[in-house]
């Protein structure tokens, strides 16, 4: 399984990014997908995940109203949609998979089965 995220970068305050994660190696029926963030020194924080062709999607109360998530099947993507972008928002943002197991909550790392590699997120003040 890999999972590879791009499309970090530098933005102002306000401004918006555009994140995806190309996931391979396996199917991902029934899988969530989940995006988290970590600054140094600090834990990985959950920002949003969606259960793939189901569409249940959370969000963190910190990014709800600012931050969508999406899937493209045909493509086994999933984007994260970051508009209303806060210096605080400002992280090395990983996606990762989780497998549908019962009693998952998809709002921890540890509910998590692969992490694809960090990309950063800039925002500027």
């Known amino acids: 399984v890999q999972l590879q995220a791009f499309g970090g970068g530098l933005a102002q305050a306000g401004g918006s990014l555009r994140l995806s994660c190309a996931a391979s190696g396996r199917t991902f029926t029934g899988y969530s997908m989940g995006w988290f963030r970590q600054t140094p020194g600090k834990e990985r924080e959950f920002a949003g995940s969606i259960r793939l062709g189901r569409g249940t999607i959370y969000y963190s109360d910190s990014v709800t109203g600012r931050f969508t998530i999406s899937e493209d099947s045909i493509k086994s993507t999933v984007s994260l949609q970051m508009n209303s972008l806060r210096p605080e928002d400002t992280a090395i943002y990983y996606c990762?998979?989780?497998?549908?197991?019962?009693?998952?909550?998809?709002?921890?790392?540890?509910?998590?089965?692969?992490w694809g590699q960090g990309t950063q997120v800039t925002v500027s003040s």
């Open positions: 990762a998979a989780s497998m549908p197991y019962l009693g998952r909550n998809y709002r921890t790392p540890d509910d998590y089965d692969y």
